[in-house]
């Protein structure tokens, strides 16, 4: 009975340590993780030389991706050693929801643009989230906070003349969110040398803890020049 036990426990103990095994393996850590959506129009806008296959743009924040994210090294982690891209794991339930909240606004391809941010980023948390759980709780946290319907009753809406501090854009966000978002910014192509220089409100970040569980503070540097005019067009 008592070898029983302690080869029981023996077992238990084991077990333990393999779970700490597999969760340590791989290349994919990381702090936290980065939930990046972006303006349609603003992508468009930069790309001179290879237009969007669609010309009319969407109007609404699509997404561009779930980063985990190192708090020290802004570069890392990408393109880690877990499983490629499977498009048989998207299911076509799962297809419909992402063709709307995570569509491929550069060259129309959905499935390309899924391929590319799982090989990049989604490879890296793969401990934490499999390729389908990656891609429904990203859709998830696209649905739980409407960034375009935050920014509308805030009255920030698009607009051909009028310019933003960075805190007139964080702010209603904040507000809705309870948490800290980061902006990033492109540089307006259409600004001139000689007239003030702006930029094009291009990506709102929202931040989450390393089991997605919990949204965070973002504390990382804003992708925005600071005390630039921003237009949201
Ligand atoms: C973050 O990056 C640093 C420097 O590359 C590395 O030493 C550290 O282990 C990374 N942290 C995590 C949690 O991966
Ligand atoms: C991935 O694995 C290969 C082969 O095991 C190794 O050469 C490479 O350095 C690894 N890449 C990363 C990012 O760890
Ligand atoms: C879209 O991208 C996927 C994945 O890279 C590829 O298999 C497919 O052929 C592409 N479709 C078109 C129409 O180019
Ligand atoms: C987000 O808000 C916009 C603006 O209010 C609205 O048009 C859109 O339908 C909302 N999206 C979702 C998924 O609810
Ligand atoms: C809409 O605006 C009101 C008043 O400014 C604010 O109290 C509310 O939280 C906002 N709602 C959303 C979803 O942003
Ligand atoms: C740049 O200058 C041109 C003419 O000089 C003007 O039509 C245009 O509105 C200016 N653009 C901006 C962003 O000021
Ligand atoms: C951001 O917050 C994390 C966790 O609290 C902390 O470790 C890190 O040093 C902070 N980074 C900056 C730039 O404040």
């Known amino acids: 009975m008592g070898m029983l036990k302690s080869s029981l426990a023996f077992l238990v103990l084991a077990f333990a340590f393999f779970l700490c095994f597999i969760m340590s393996a791989g290349d994919g850590s990381y702090d936290y993780f980065q939930f990046v959506q972006q303006w349609p129009p603003t992508n468009c806008r930069v790309r001179i030389k290879r237009p969007c296959s669609n010309p009319r743009p969407l109007q609404y924040f699509t997404i561009h991706g779930l980063w985990p994210s190192n708090y020290s090294n802004p570069t890392v982690p990408s393109n880690c050693n877990g499983s490629k891209f499977d498009a048989r794991k998207v299911s076509p339930q799962l297809r419909n929801k992402l063709t709307k909240s995570w569509p ?6 959905d499935t390309k643009f899924w391929e590319g941010e799982w090989n990049k ?6 401990q934490t989230l499999h390729q389908m759980q990656y891609f429904e709780i ?7 906070h409407n960034i375009t319907h935050i920014l509308k009753n805030a009255t920030i809406v698009p607009s051909a003349t009028q310019t933003w501090k960075y805190s007139d854009i964080v702010t209603p966000i904040k507000i809705a969110t309870k948490r800290t978002p980061l902006l990033r910014c492109k540089p ?3 600004q001139n040398k000689s007239g003030p220089k702006t930029q094009l409100l291009h990506e709102v970040v929202l931040c989450y803890g390393y089991n997605t569980k919990k949204q965070i503070d973002c504390n990382r540097t804003a992708g925005c020049w600071n005390n630039v005019d921003i237009k949201f067009q």
């Open 188 to 190: 307006d192509p259409a």
């Open 121 to 126: 980023h989604g490879t890296c948390s793969e």
């Open 104 to 109: 491929d606004v550069e060259s129309g391809n």
């Open 138 to 144: 990203s859709h998830d946290m696209w649905l739980s």
